[in-house]
């Protein structure tokens, strides 16, 4: 397999796996494209807000719609062996029930990644890469922590579409594919001043 760089580890995703129980509990490790990558643990308090507050409204309006969607937050896996790909995106929406004891989905409707300087390059580039071939992905939705600006793309006949960045408090995230939306207000509730 080509690879980029060899300062980097590579593995497949059976080999990340197994790896997993032999680092330390404090530690939060993603395999991205075969590449072994240590994350931070833990974040801002304002990553976690964001966090909040899309899987609440999430929630919230799939509840009252009585959908059988159901918002995943940071702590749930994605993982898709074909892509060595085993990842904690920030939110995930999977539409229908999970088998027993599943700690992961490989078929999300919608992935949203909270980034920051640190992330960026991760967010936009290398993960984005792999996770427009997941064939159930219909919407990727970046949301900057320090600023004002979602960016989102959506799956249109012959790969993703990125719409105008949204960037003013009033201005509405819609996702049709899970038929929600909510205004910028509510994602950056508590965080950045209207």
């Given amino acids: 397999m080509n690879r980029p760089s060899s300062q980097y580890e590579y593995m497949s995703l059976d080999d990340f796996e197994e790896l997993l129980p032999d680092k330390p509990a404090d530690e939060k490790w993603e395999l991205i494209g075969g590449r072994v990558v240590r994350m931070m643990v833990g974040a801002r308090w304002e990553h976690n807000y964001i966090i909040q507050n899309i899987s609440a409204a999430m929630m919230t309006d799939f509840c009252r719609r009585g959908s059988d969607c159901r918002p995943f937050s940071a702590t749930f896996w994605l993982k898709e062996p074909l892509l060595d790909l085993a990842c904690f995106p920030d939110v995930m929406v999977r539409r229908g029930p999970l088998p027993p004891a599943a700690t992961s989905i490989d078929d999300p409707i919608v992935l949203v990644e909270v980034v920051t300087k640190g992330s960026a390059q991760r967010d936009r580039w290398e993960k984005w890469g792999l996770y427009q071939r997941l064939p159930s992905l219909q919407h990727y939705v970046l949301v900057e922590r320090d600023h004002l600006a979602v960016d989102v793309f959506d799956r249109v ?22 038929e929600f939306e909510t205004p910028l207000a509510e994602i950056y509730r508590d965080v950045i001043a209207a």
């Avoid at 006949?157 to 899970?178: K, Q």
């Fill in 157 to 178: 006949e012959g790969g993703f579409f990125e719409r105008p960045r949204l960037g003013a408090i009033g201005d509405t995230l819609r996702l049709p594919a899970i």
